[in-house]
């Protein structure tokens, strides 16, 4: 019988009604390895009544007992991580060292909620006026909810719901439904870890349980991380009614490299950053920008070879490269923006299409391609691909290869390579894009910084994690205070701005 899946509420796994499900493909095989329940709008509310009634008493838990289940999630993720990232690997399709980064980023996420008795210290003020002081204070939201995407399925919602719990509020994750296991294992640890029953709530669904989300008058805040017209959709509908909503969407991030970079470096980077979990990382470097001929012939003529070591294989091979994509579905669509490349005319170099795995034919393998003399105003450049395909766009100069980035509707990441320190300092203060490395090809934040997007890569002011996602999921409250001596009725109140 096919494996199910089912949501997990008020610390129990919790069988649902809809009747609605989805299909779990083993990626490495292209069989149907399990199915999850979809839940109806009634099921994913009841589930926010019983987060409604446990965030009370979690609220009002002081923030070291909070911190401290935090500190025990931790150590049982690192027990854990093994299986995490086995379970992780067999629904999603990375290899498993992959997926044990995919955890490991998470776990870093939870190391810095660990802090949160001292991220929640307030201001004060002594002596704002004639014994006056005025102190602030950040309190939970109330409920708040993730939306997340297939590509990091333990690190985005750990993104969310640990800096969300630490700060008192209770959670419901709304996973991807294309690999929802471990997102349950990662509730289930919590609970082991002390987490009262109904603080953290899986529920499991499409666009009827997100709906459910936007407009319900108990959730405060909903954090969504996934494609760009889905964040732009999450973004419009939660903020009219009334939520606040970080949306982080889709992305397409350039990798410029000077003449003097360090050219054996970059081939480096740029095979383990375009193709890396087969491209499907949204921090991924899917475009190059050699400035010059010269370094672009230079490029092509190390990365070809490179490129030829890239063998994608079984997602518990150690020695593969990559594992398969996540569904037939993406393969498909990959395949089609590299035909539009070869039909819009840019030079496909190496082509990934038809690579098959021997006894694993129905996998959703696909090999590394690579394309050269790439314009911007082709369709398969403007978009975002999230395959295993690295596009090369010529610039003459610098001033022409910045301008990529900074007008592509997408604004992750970028990167530039290069040894001239002032070339770099400058490009990182002026490029129109929120995340930037220098000669660092996945430039993510690490968790006490903040992570975050421009333009189409992010709809919403507040970033991920760090002290922006303290700030997500708490508002402030400005208490003046006075405690008079004497006859109260004989001192007037003077507030400090009438003096
Ligand atoms: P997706 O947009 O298809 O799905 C994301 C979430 O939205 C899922 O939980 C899904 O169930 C839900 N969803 C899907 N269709 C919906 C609809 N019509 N209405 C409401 N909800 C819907 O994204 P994905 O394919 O799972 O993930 C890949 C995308 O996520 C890529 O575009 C990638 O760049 C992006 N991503 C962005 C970041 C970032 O931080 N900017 C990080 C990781 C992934």
Partial sequence: MTREI???IKGQSQTGTSGRWADIYNPNTGEVQARVQLATKEELSNAVAIAKEAQIGWAATNPQRRARVLFKFKALLEEHM??????????HG??????KGDVQRGLEVIEFACGIPHLLKGEFTEGAGPGIDVYSMRQPLGVAAGITPFNFPAMIPMWMFGVAIACGNSFILKPSEKDPSVPVRLAELMREAGLPDGVLNVVHGDKEAVDGILTHPDIKAVSFVGSSDIAHYVYSTGTAHGKRVQAMGGAKNHGIILPDADIDQVVKDLVGAAYGSAGERCMALPVA??????TAERLIAK???AMENLKPGLSSDPEAAYGPVVTQAHKEKIEHYIQMGVDEGADLLVDGRGFSLQGYEKGFFIGP???DNVTP???????EIFGPVLQIVRAKDLEEAASLPSNHQYGNGVAIFTRNGLAAREFASKVNVGMVGVNVPIPVPVAYHTFGGWKRSAFGDVNQHGPEGVRFYTKVKTVTQRWPSGDVGDQSFIIPTMQ
């Fill in 369 to 371: 391609s690579l394309f």
């Fill in 6 to 8: 089912h949501h997990f």
């Fill in 377 to 383: 105003n082709m369709r398969s450049y403007q978009e």
């Fill in 82 to 91: 093994q299986e995490l990232a086995e379970l992780l690997a067999s629904e």
């Fill in 303 to 305: 990365l070809k070879p």
């Fill in 289 to 294: 920008v050699p400035v010059g001929d010269e």
């Fill in 94 to 99: 990375k290899v498993v060292e992959d997926a």
